[in-house]
């Protein structure tokens, strides 16, 4: 089962933390996240999106994250939904579910509950934890939810580009992967730019641009996007 229209659409502008360790070595970048995405907490979560499985085809993990309920979620009124600063809660009905608040996992150590979250969907710490520990992060160019990529102005990219940079000089990742090619080329002027390996690094790390592993691409298969996440691990030392 998946999530409603009226689920989602509560994400609509919401933010969701990037997915960094502390030795990232290989930095993909994403345009902005999906509703999909804010409504998990998982990056490129849509269902047809390819990210994760080309992930799996090319070796990188072996799992796959879950990214629809086993159940349907049962929204709020709407007038609970007021005000409500997190949606996450707003649209599951359960306080703190935030994928990266510590509140329930707090109180399961401090011996206050025994009950676990619902696991059904997401990823787990086990499998954020392998991801982060191999040496690659995920990001975005802009940090708020829309249902397409398409919604975003100009001006978002750019100013999403200049933080990507700033991001960049913080972490030192060997190897930036950007997934979407019309986006990095609106986001930092590069009008002709093309895929693969860009002729001019980024704050000192080499820079890529990647096939966008949206569903709405068809220039790309699951086998040529697991090649290109290959291409880019092979370069960063990931394995």
């Known amino acids: 089962m998946g ?15 990037d997915l960094i360790g502390k030795d990232c070595r290989l930095l993909f970048v994403g ?14 979560a849509h ?20 990214l629809s309920p086993a159940a349907p979620v049962v929204p709020l009124d709407d007038e609970m939904n007021q005000g409500r600063k997190d949606r996450w809660s707003a649209a599951t009905g359960t ?17 206050l509950i025994e009950l676990e979250g619902d696991t059904s969907v997401g990823m787990s ?20 939810a829309t249902v397409r990529a398409s919604e975003l102005t100009e001006s978002e990219l750019v100013v999403g580009g200049t933080r ?8 030192h990742p060997v190897v930036v ?5 019309t986006a990095y080329r609106t ?32 220039h790309e298969t699951l086998a040529s996007l697991a090649r290109w996440h290959t291409h880019v691990a092979d370069a960063a030392g990931v394995k």
């Open 95 to 111: 306080h703190f579910c935030h994928p990266s608040n510590p509140f329930c996992p707090a109180l399961r150590a401090a011996g």
């Open 177 to 181: 992967a950007v997934a979407g090619v």
């Open 125 to 144: 710490d086990d499998q954020r934890t392998e991801f982060t520990g191999k040496g690659m992060g995920i990001t975005n160019l802009v940090s708020r």
């Open 164 to 171: 990507l940079r700033t991001v960049v000089e913080q972490l």
């Open 31 to 44: 345009i902005n996240p999906g509703l999909q995405t804010a409504m998990t907490g998982i990056h490129f």
């Open 187 to 218: 986001a930092f002027g590069e009008r002709l730019a093309a895929l693969g390996r860009q002729p001019h690094p980024m704050a000192g790390s080499e820079l890529w641009v990647i096939p966008n592993p949206s569903g709405l691409n068809a």
């Open 3 to 17: 999530y409603t229209k009226a689920q989602l659409a509560i994400c609509r502008g919401a933010t969701i933390p």
């Open 47 to 66: 269902p047809t999106n390819r990210f994760w499985p080309a992930l799996k085809k090319a070796g990188l993990i072996d799992w796959l994250p879950e």
